[in-house]
C-alpha cells in the first residue's frame, strides 16, 4: 500500500488561488491512477478529479471542471491540484487517493491520505 500526505490547504477568499499537493512512498506510485476527492461538513465524500498513471488523460467533476487542475510528476512521487477561481462552496476537507479506478457510477480506491482543509471566505 502507498502512503500519502497531503499539503497546501489553507483559507483564502472567493476567486482565489490554492495548491494542493500529495507527496506518496513506495515505489509504486507511477503505476497507479490517482485522484482527489472532498467531504463538506455534514456531507459524503465526493470525487473531484482523476488522473491516469502517465498523467496523459484526466477528468473532473463537473463542479470544478475548467477551474481545477489534476496533475503528477512521477520522477517526485507527487500529486497535484490547482484550484482557481475558487468559491465558498469548494469548502472541504480534500483526501488524496491512490489505484483510483471508477466501477460504473462508483469510485474505489485502495489508499487514502489523511485529508487537509480548504476554506473559501465569500
Known amino acids: 500500500q502507498v502512503q500519502l500526505v497531503e499539503s497546501g490547504g489553507g483559507l483564502v477568499q472567493a476567486g482565489g488561488s490554492l495548491r494542493l499537493s500529495c507527496a506518496a512512498s513506495g515505489r509504486t506510485f507511477s503505476s497507479y491512477a490517482m485522484g482527489w476527492f472532498r467531504q463538506a461538513p455534514g456531507k459524503e465524500r465526493d470525487f473531484v478529479a482523476h488522473?491516469?498513471?502517465?498523467?496523459?488523460?484526466?477528468y473532473y467533476a463537473d463542479s470544478v471542471k475548467g477551474r481545477f487542475t489534476i496533475s503528477r510528476d512521477n520522477a517526485k512521487n507527487t500529486v497535484y491540484l490547482q484550484m482557481n477561481s475558487l468559491k465558498a462552496e469548494d469548502t472541504a476537507v480534500y483526501y488524496c487517493?491512490?489505484?483510483?479506478?471508477?466501477?460504473?457510477?462508483?469510485?474505489?480506491?485502495?489508499?487514502w491520505g489523511q485529508g487537509t482543509q480548504v476554506t473559501v471566505s465569500s
Open positions: 488522473i491516469s498513471w502517465s498523467g496523459g488523460s484526466t
Open positions: 487517493a491512490a489505484d483510483v479506478r471508477k466501477y460504473g457510477s462508483s469510485w474505489y480506491v485502495s489508499s
